[in-house]
């Protein structure tokens, strides 16, 4: 007799589409969250860049550099844990993600940063 057969079995249920328009929700979440961005950083000054920052349930922040989604449902976060600054990427569903994104000024010497986005 296996270990395994004693634990509970748990089922999870698949995200899947339950309509024709939800078969996008990150898509969009990712698209609209883009835009913003960008109608954000035209407004600018030259010494001045967008700090987006997402944050875990447990309060963790996580300096987002790079955002992309799998449909229909998963958006992918990759960056830095503020803490500890070592690389991380994100899984999450698109309704359990905060977003904070700031004005920061660009330390002397350094590139304006910013979000890259893609596809999958």
């Known amino acids: 007799m296996s270990f395994l057969s ?4 748990i089922s999870v249920p698949a995200i899947e589409p339950r ?4 078969s996008c929700q ?5 698209n609209r969250l883009k835009a913003r961005l960008a109608e954000m950083q035209r407004d600018l000054a030259t010494h ?7 944050f875990l349930p447990s309060g ?8 992309g ?5 998963l958006v992918t976060l990759q960056g830095q844990e503020q803490g500890s600054g070592k690389s991380c990427t994100l ?3 698109q309704s359990s993600l905060q977003v904070l994104v700031s ?5 002397f010497g350094a590139q304006r940063k910013t979000v890259n986005f893609e596809t999958r």
Do not use: K
């Open 6 to 9: 004693l634990l509970p079995q």
């Open 19 to 22: 309509g024709s328009d939800d």
């Open 26 to 30: 990150a898509e969009q979440f990712v």
């Open 48 to 54: 001045e860049q967008l700090d987006v920052v997402a």
């Open 60 to 67: 963790q922040a996580i300096s987002v550099e790079v955002m």
């Open 69 to 73: 989604y799998d449909n229909p449902a």
């Open 91 to 93: 899984l999450a569903h």
């Open 103 to 107: 004005i920061e000024m660009i330390p």
